[in-house]
C-alpha cells in the first residue's frame, strides 16, 4: 500500500523560509515523477515542483529560483525548501507520486498517489 505523509507546514512571514518533507512508503518502480502541489483557498490545485528519479527537475515558473526540491532516497523521502516565500505562497501543500515519470507539473490526474497535505501561511 502507497502511503506519503507530508510534514513541517508552518506560519511565516514574507521573506522567511519553510521545509517541507513527505515520508513515501509502499511506492517501488523502475521510474517514477515525485511532485509538490499547492491548493489556495479558491483556486485549483497547481503543480510547483516535480522531479524524476532519474534526475530531470521542473519547478513553476512562479517558484523558479526560491524553491529547492529534492529526495532523500535512504530515508524515503521527499522535501521541498521554500526560500523568499511571498504572501502569494499561501497554500495547503501536497506531495504526490506518479508511475509516469512524464508526470511533470500536471495536471494533478497525471499523479496516482497523494498526501493528505500541509499548510503553509506566509503573512505580509
Known amino acids: 500500500q502507497v502511503r506519503l505523509v507530508e510534514s513541517g507546514g508552518d506560519s511565516v512571514q514574507a521573506g522567511g523560509s519553510v521545509r517541507l518533507s513527505c515520508a513515501v512508503s509502499g511506492f517501488t518502480y523502475g521510474y517514477y515523477c515525485m511532485g509538490w502541489f499547492r491548493q489556495a483557498v479558491g483556486k485549483e490545485r497547481e503543480g510547483v515542483a516535480s522531479?524524476?528519479?532519474?534526475?530531470?527537475?521542473s519547478y513553476a515558473p512562479s517558484v523558479e529560483g526560491r524553491f529547492t526540491i529534492s529526495t532523500d532516497n535512504a530515508k524515503n523521502r521527499l522535501y521541498l525548501q521554500m526560500d523568499s516565500v511571498k504572501p502569494e505562497d499561501t497554500a495547503m501543500y501536497y506531495c504526490?507520486?506518479?508511475?509516469?515519470?512524464?508526470?511533470?507539473?500536471?495536471?494533478?490526474?497525471?499523479?496516482?498517489?497523494w498526501g493528505q497535505g500541509t499548510q503553509v501561511t506566509v503573512s505580509s
Open positions: 522531479i524524476v528519479n532519474y534526475g530531470s527537475i
Open positions: 504526490a507520486a506518479a508511475r509516469d515519470p512524464r508526470a511533470g507539473l500536471g495536471p494533478a490526474y497525471n499523479y496516482n498517489y
